[in-house]
């Protein structure tokens, strides 16, 4: 049945281009299901140190979860995105408001700051087109972030 709601989840975020709220409390055997929902490949050691230090900031359960699934669906985007670092940024920040509705306010530390530098190692702090080499990257990086939100 949860793979069945995520699925659901996914279509309508790919159709409709919102981020839908989910109201889910995954165990941690839907943690597992949302592993295999999602296929993510073991990334590389740097994407790997380079993600650690924002996915080591969650430890609830429900917000890995939500977190892993978010970063999955923002990392398969940015390949088609034509847009600036700026503006990536900003649609980064406001999915996640939408997608989260405040539910992680207070509970994983500096966790926009650490994504912050996860965008920083890619795009440096200036404001520039992004090239496809660098949103290649930031899809690793992103999926990376995902991985290790559902390997802890």
Sequence with gaps: MFKIIVAILLLLFVFFGSVPKIDLVPTPDQIDEV?????????????????????????D??????????????AQRVPGYDTDV??????YVKSAETFFDGSLKGKCGNLSEEVEK?????????NHNLDTNEKQSLKELFLGLSWLLLKK
Excluded: C, H, W
């Design 61 to 74: 359960i429900e917000d890995r979860a939500k977190l892993a699934l978010f970063n999955y669906e923002f």
């Design 35 to 59: 592993g295999s929902i999602i296929e993510l490949q073991q990334p590389s050691e740097d994407i790997i140190k380079k993600s650690k230090p924002a996915a080591d900031l969650v430890t």
């Design 86 to 91: 700026q503006k990536l940024n900003d649609l």
């Design 118 to 126: 996860l965008f920083e190692t890619v795009t440096s702090d200036d």
